[in-house]
């Protein structure tokens, strides 16, 4: 079920925490954070009797080469199912590197960018409703590098810079926002998808808390996700 009512969560993870976790297992800083997403989503529906093989995701990846103009976004979208049902977070990880990886050399990569002019000059009733026919994902995952250094405001130092993306028709939207050596992660979640609040804010947690594990080092004390009501409504 989708509606138009909103939650939101907000957490932080320690970005040295998601590096090791990377480095034992040969992926990247952000495989481990949609590694985290996916055991997350593991811990939520198996208590709600409603286990899943995989959730379909989509993550925006970078499409910048070092030769486009400074302004506008140069961006692609990697879709592929998000394995949940593996009971080893390190299975789930070795899954999401090799499906980014094959995401990221797919040759029509960046064809939405390519063909957003020619979309811009259709009437807009045929541009609607192409995009009312483009299949939807559950859930939608990104991730912002910020800056190493710290940020002053007015000369307070920024603690936290919790980031919340939309939730275009999707069950939740993740988005992870790097700051000086720690990671801020907000999600936008349907109410009529995810029901349980209080269980998602604990799976997060606890989804975050195995997928650093793999370190194979002590597990960084992970904060409770706060809850809030529609963050970017």
Known sequence: NRSARRRCAAFDVPLEGLKRAGKASGASVNDVYLCG???SMHHYLDPLGKPAATLPIAVPVNLRRGNEPDAGNYFG???FALPVAAADPGERLAAIRDSMRRGRAEAALGLPQAVAPLLAR???QVADELVRRMPVPDLQASNVAGSAQPL????ARVLRFWPFGPVPGVAAMFTMHSL???CHVGVNFDAAAITRADLFAASLRRGFRDTLALAGARVPRLP???LGNDAAG
Request: charged content about 0%; glycine content about 16%; aromatic content about 6%.
């Open 37 to 39: 997403i996916a055991t």
């Open 77 to 79: 979208a990697i879709g």
């Open 122 to 124: 259709l009437p807009s």
């Open 152 to 155: 002053y405001l007015a000369g």
């Open 180 to 182: 000086a050596g720690a």
């Open 224 to 226: 409770a996700p706060l």
